[in-house]
């Protein structure tokens, strides 16, 4: 009668151990299994992403409002096309600026957008026209060191 009742409190913690693990990873691995579909998702088409990847986080004046979902070349094969998607109440205008920035100096790339002012909002799979690529600091170092500084 004992072995049954601890296989059973051992049984039922085993079970509370993995519901924890499972939240955990969908958690801090950013996955939309509940309530994904209710994002707006958003274009922009950089000159270069370098360093950017999926899964950067995507904000406004320091707060994340979504995360980039996919990076791919346009039609032509010259630009780069990021897709991304931001939470429920966000709005941004045909005037919106996305940027590519770096935390700190060798830190992770994100998206930052400025979301404008004007008249028409961004609908769904919108995109927005202007974009500013991020600091290339490999290309920037080559140009100093070989004295190609304009």
Do not use: C
């Not at 059973?8 to 801090?28: E, M, P, R």
């Not at 320091?62 to 931001?86: C, H, M, P, T, Y």
Request: aromatic content about 6%.
């Amino acid at each position: 009668m004992k072995d049954a009742k601890l296989e059973l409190i051992v049984g039922v913690f085993v079970l509370v151990g993995i519901a924890a693990l499972t939240y955990l990873a969908v958690k801090l691995g950013k996955l939309e299994v509940i309530g994904g579909g209710k994002n707006l998702e958003i274009h922009a088409e950089f000159d270069s992403v370098a360093g950017l990847k999926d899964g950067a986080t995507v904000e406004i004046a320091g707060v994340q409002v979504g995360q980039v979902k996919k990076i791919w070349l346009n039609g032509d094969g010259e630009r780069a096309v990021v897709s991304f998607s931001l939470t429920p109440g966000v709005k941004l205008y045909g005037d919106a600026i996305a940027s590519i920035k770096t935390r700190g100096l060798i830190g992770d790339k994100y998206v930052s957008l400025s979301p404008g002012g004007s008249q028409k909002e961004l609908p769904p799979g919108g995109k927005i026209r202007e974009t500013e690529s991020g600091i290339d600091f490999e290309k920037a170092i080559s140009e100093f060191i070989h004295g190609n500084v304009k």
